[in-house]
């Protein structure tokens, strides 16, 4: 067993929902009048909380506007927008790979919701495949590693045993700030030369791959 505890990154590293959320979230920008963002600006924060995502994007944007944004940002990715989301081929079959192992915790570090992270959960069926589970909303967004800590500690192990997964910056740079062994995919939504500056120990560009390393 290579790590005790595996930590993966939701959006862009299980479930392909970039496109679901760079159409929300235009949608939501010429609802609260800031007017067009591009897909590449928003494809660049995915991973980050939702505040810290639209400070990102709308520089000097007020509060009112902000808060307007979010909010219809939140009314089209439940309710407004049917773009399919679905876990990338392989996933499922490579977690339950991971859980054969009764010694081994798994676990989540995400920039979504509590509330859209359980529905998500809820939705595919998936939310019995991880012993614990961290959003940007009950602690700090990437990449500051504060919800790793929190999971380390929940879960009773070492930094030494963890690994995080991840397809953007942010989950690397939160592992690094730890000493967190880190593991880039390439199939999410930052380019590979961008996540080798965090150093990774790994770098996977397809998800038999990754599963295939993690259970050497």
């Known amino acids: 067993m290579r790590y005790r505890l ?9 479930m392909d929902s970039a496109a679901r959320i760079v159409a929300c979230m ?3 920008s010429r609802d ?5 963002l591009t897909d590449d600006a928003i ?11 639209i400070d990102k994007l709308c520089p000097g944007i007020d509060p009112e506007r902000s808060e307007l944004l979010r909010s219809r940002y939140s009314f089209h990715f439940v309710q407004g927008d049917t773009t399919p989301m679905r876990f990338f081929p392989g996933v499922e079959a490579g977690v339950t790979g991971l859980r054969g192992i009764s010694e081994r915790r798994l676990a989540v570090a995400t920039g979504k919701s509590r509330r859209g992270l359980d529905r998500i959960f809820r939705e595919s069926g998936s939310a019995d495949w ?6 940007a ?25 963890a690994v995080m997964i991840g ?14 062994d880190r593991v880039a995919v390439t199939w999410g939504v930052h380019a590979p030369g961008r996540l080798a500056a965090s150093h990774p120990v790994f770098t996977a560009e397809a998800v038999p791959e990754l599963f295939d390393w993690l259970n050497r």
């Open 26 to 28: 235009q949608a939501a």
């Open 6 to 14: 595996v930590i993966f990154d939701w959006d862009g590293t299980l």
């Open 32 to 36: 609260a009048g800031w007017g067009e």
């Open 137 to 161: 909303d009950e602690t700090r967004s990437k990449p500051h590693p504060q919800m790793l800590e929190e999971l380390l500690i929940e879960l009773g192990v070492d930094v030494e045993e």
């Open 130 to 135: 991880f012993h614990a589970s961290r959003t």
């Open 43 to 53: 494809r660049d924060i995915i991973g980050l909380g939702l505040p810290e995502a």
């Open 167 to 180: 397809d953007t910056e942010y989950d690397l740079e939160m592992a690094r700030a730890l000493g967190m």
